[in-house]
């Protein structure tokens, strides 16, 4: 092996892309699952979010306005009907409306809901207080601000008790959010919102969009949103996801509205993961017979250079099973050696998208063990068919091999 170290060299790449591939793919795979599952948690698989979302093909011309989404009517049938929740609320969004806080000003979205939100969505308070059922009642002027709001509008100073004012009137901070981490189970960013109760925002908001695409105009009503929904155990998502899906259709002959269930997508995800690394083992094992093959090819060739070798040892009284084991262990030196070079390879790979794509990348321990492990095996197998040739050779006609 070592008097051909460029035919042993080209030998052993099959091997060593094959392990290269396997090492990177499943660190690549890995870290994407990874990265898409803690989404899914961050978000909590005791959630369940229903959004508005426009009906294909459906347009208003002229002065008529498109009407589409959830409703009210839907929210309370979902609390009505559907066991084991938590907390429901429904929310109304404004997008890009202008508050004033003294001299300074920020355009932020309005979000319309109710003391349940911050509970499904996670909001925690950094001062104050979230929106409460008086609020809601008596349809009070009173915000809560998102931490990137909050800043804009009044910098270093304390929002707390302060009013701010858009052109629907003034309105009192009563508390302020903790800023939300990148992973948000809402479209919008939350820090960049503020959140005034639900009859608020109803009463003090137009709620016919105006949206300008292209040069034309086209205008929008929705009752709702969003409706978000976190059950009482995560147990009971299935069961709700189901009762809710059937509710909603009942009450929408066309498709405007989306389902979001994150429980639902976690299954979904493992079956996904599961199928990947199917199709992955099926590349890694075409690539690792081509490898082997070109073993077994070299080692053939190896067989028949050293016929004479074989014969002498032979005749000096070397079993069958030597002979094998030399010509195996020669097999899987080099089947290791490749699978080695393929795993530093297979390293290097998944650090380099990393730097250039900032794509997370995760490698295992059983992504590193098992194309070693079956790199070896390679070696073995495709090894034992010209060892036991080697071994099956008659002392006196290797002898007369020249």
């Known amino acids: 092996l070592l008097l051909h170290k ?90 890009k409306r202008e508050f004033w806080a003294g001299e300074r000003v920020a355009e932020v979205r309005v979000v319309g809901t109710t003391p349940a939100f911050a509970d499904i969505h996670r909001l925690e308070i950094a001062s104050g207080r979230f929106l409460a059922m008086p609020d809601e009642d008596q349809a009070a002027d009173v ?26 009137g003034y309105f009192k901070v009563v508390g302020v959010l903790v800023e939300h981490g990148e992973q948000s189970s809402m479209e919008y960013d939350p820090n960049e919102a503020i959140y005034v109760p639900f009859t608020t925002v109803k009463a003090r908001f137009e709620n016919v969009a105006r949206i300008v695409e292209g040069g034309a105009k086209r205008y929008e009503k929705l009752d709702l949103h969003q409706i978000g929904l976190r059950a009482s155990d995560v147990h009971y998502m299935p069961e709700i996801a189901n009762m809710v899906r059937k509710l909603i ?48 090819n070299i080692m053939l060739a190896s067989v028949m250079e050293r016929t004479r070798e074989i014969g002498i040892r032979r005749a000096l009284g070397a079993r069958r099973r030597s002979i094998i084991a030399q010509f195996v262990t020669e097999s899987m030196l080099l089947s290791t050696v490749g699978g080695l070079i393929g795993i530093g390879v297979g390293v290097c790979i998944p650090a380099i998208v990393t730097r250039i794509a900032n794509v997370q990348t995760v490698i295992t321990p059983w992504a590193i063990a098992l194309p070693l492990g079956i790199s070896v095996l390679t070696g073995v197998m495709f090894g034992v068919y010209p060892a036991r040739r080697a071994a099956c050779m008659q002392p006196v006609e290797a002898l007369r091999h020249t």
């Open 6 to 95: 460029l035919r042993s060299f080209l030998t052993i790449l099959g091997v060593v892309f094959g392990v290269a591939s396997v090492v990177s793919m499943l660190a690549i795979g890995e870290g994407l699952s990874r990265n898409a599952r803690d989404q899914l948690l961050r978000f909590g698989p005791d959630r369940l979010v229903i959004r508005s979302t426009q009906p294909a093909n459906s347009t208003a011309s002229g002065g008529d306005i498109l009407i589409y989404g959830v409703t009210q009517q839907d929210l309370d049938r979902i609390q009505r009907l559907v066991p084991n929740l938590a907390s429901i609320a429904g929310t109304y969004e404004i997008d």
């Open 143 to 168: 915000v809560v601000l998102g931490a990137a709001a909050a800043k804009r509008l009044f910098a270093h100073h304390e929002p707390l008790g302060q009013s701010i004012k858009s052109t629907s």
């Open 249 to 296: 259709a009942t009450t929408h002959r066309k498709q405007d509205y989306q389902l979001m269930v994150p429980f639902e997508l976690l299954r979904q995800m493992d079956r996904t993961k599961k199928v990947f690394n199917a199709v992955l083992g099926s590349i890694a094992g075409i690539s690792l017979l081509v490898g082997g093959i070109g073993i077994m």
